[in-house]
């Protein structure tokens, strides 16, 4: 029954699916460059927040559709956390695609998911200095 839905095949070739490739946006390498500098930058900033423990990375990839920044952190304990960023056609006429208060923003926001996870991951481990 897989082969009978709408849904099956590739992006811009389905019943379902009539996005077409050419409103997919596709990067030219100074836009790559942009990018990957603003994911850094958002990295730089989250491994600013951490101790040494945690390990932060990002990565550029084109996906299904269209360019897929991430930038993700692996606790010292607990689950990774994660934020992606997919620019849309309007995004990428700018020098950076990424604006400054977006960039600390997310770095913020992982910086504290990935503590919350080692808060969680250990919460029954620690006993309490005091009452």
Same mark, same amino acid.
């Given at each position: 029954?897989n082969?009978?839905t @709408?849904?099956a &095949?590739s992006?811009? #070739?389905t019943?379902a ?8 946006p596709e990067? #030219?390498?100074? +836009?790559? /460059?942009?990018l /990957? /500098?603003d !994911? $850094?930058?958002i *990295?730089d900033q #989250?491994? *600013?927040y951490?101790p040494?423990?945690?390990?932060v990375?990002s990565d550029?990839s084109?996906?299904?559709g269209g =360019? /897929?920044? #991430?930038?993700? !952190?692996? @606790? @010292?304990? &607990?689950? =990774? !956390?994660s934020?992606?960023? $997919? @620019?849309?056609n309007e995004?990428?006429? $700018?020098? $950076?695609l990424?604006d400054?208060e977006d960039r ?7 910086? *504290?998911s990935?503590?919350? +996870?080692?808060?969680q991951?250990?919460q029954?481990d620690?006993?309490p200095t005091?009452r």
């Open positions: 029954m082969g009978n @709408p849904y &095949g992006p811009g #070739t019943q699916g009539k996005r077409a490739t050419a409103d997919l990067l #030219t390498g100074e +836009q790559k /460059r942009a /990957r /500098r !994911v $850094s930058r *990295a #989250t491994r *600013a951490l040494d423990e945690y390990v990375d550029v084109q996906a299904a =360019p /897929r920044a #991430t930038v993700a !952190v692996q @606790p @010292p304990v &607990g689950h =990774p !956390v934020a992606g960023f $997919s @620019p849309e995004d990428l006429e $700018s020098d $950076s990424i400054d600390s923003e997310v770095a913020r926001g992982l910086a *504290a990935a503590a919350l +996870q080692v808060k991951a250990v029954d620690v006993m005091a």
